[in-house]
């Protein structure tokens, strides 16, 4: 199956090295290109791909709101890459619904591989700022929310997944942990996210986190939901 991508970024010279990079790489072809924020979701509109690669910082409508416009309309997964790692636009991001965000530093190798586990529903942070992003979350002042519906729904099983999704773990490294295999833990986190109303895992992630969800105690009394 082939990953088809949709780039966002306002430098022709990045878009065009993106695309080199892209469709050198097995499996994925780039279907079309945007200078910003609104040609972005209009091309998301006509192309459906499966990823669409966002630039956060592009003329007219920013990369933030075109992100939450794609994901609300459900036109593809948005995996946000950027040069700047600034917490506003991390956290816009992810609030936003993207299934993951990388910096423009990042190795030809990582971002097909990030690419293709964005396709496959997979979340994906860069190195350098996925601990800063699990504890900015996790000690915020929000106020709680009513937790959400379908809670109590969720199996044993379920709750497990979850708990492994907040520690950032792949669907491959939860089946090594809960010894299931990986079809089935795909399975899992697709009904967790059904059950708990989330856009993507990176949100299923903070709901857990900020729960105190873990894999000694999976089954943690309350969760609030995240905006």
């Given at each position: 199956m082939t990953?088809?991508?949709?780039?966002?970024?306002?430098?022709e010279a990045i878009r065009d090295g993106l695309t080199m990079i892209l469709n050198n790489a097995d499996g994925v072809r780039v279907v079309g290109e945007a200078a910003d924020g609104a040609t972005a979701v209009r091309q998301a509109r006509a192309l459906r791909p499966d990823v669409t690669l966002m630039d956060v910082r592009m003329p007219g409508?920013?990369?933030?709101?075109?992100?939450?416009q794609v994901l609300a309309e459900g036109l593809s997964e948005v995996l946000v890459l950027t040069t700047f790692?600034?917490?506003e636009y991390v956290d816009g991001a992810l609030r936003a619904g993207a299934a993951g965000f990388l910096l423009k530093s990042v190795e030809a190798s990582r971002l097909i591989e990030a690419v293709k586990q964005v396709a496959a529903g997979e979340g994906v942070l860069a190195p350098q700022i996925?601990?800063?992003?699990?504890t900015a979350f996790a000690a915020g002042s929000r106020e709680p929310a009513p937790a959400p519906h379908g809670l109590e729904d969720l199996t044993e099983r379920e709750r497990e997944v979850l708990a492994c999704l907040g520690e950032g773990l792949t669907n491959t490294q939860i089946?090594?942990?809960?010894?299931?295999?990986e079809t089935t833990v795909k399975t899992h986190v697709s009904r967790v996210l059904a059950k708990l109303d989330l856009r993507s895992r990176t949100h299923a992630a903070i709901l857990?986190?900020?729960?105190?969800?873990t894999?000694?105690?999976?089954?943690?009394?309350?969760?609030?939901?995240?905006p």
């Open positions: 990953v088809t991508v949709l780039i966002a970024d306002d430098h409508v920013d990369g933030i709101t075109a992100t939450r790692d600034l917490d996925t601990r800063r992003v699990i089946g090594t942990r809960l010894y299931i295999g857990a986190r900020e729960n105190g969800l894999r000694e105690n999976p089954a943690s009394a309350v969760l609030r939901k995240p």
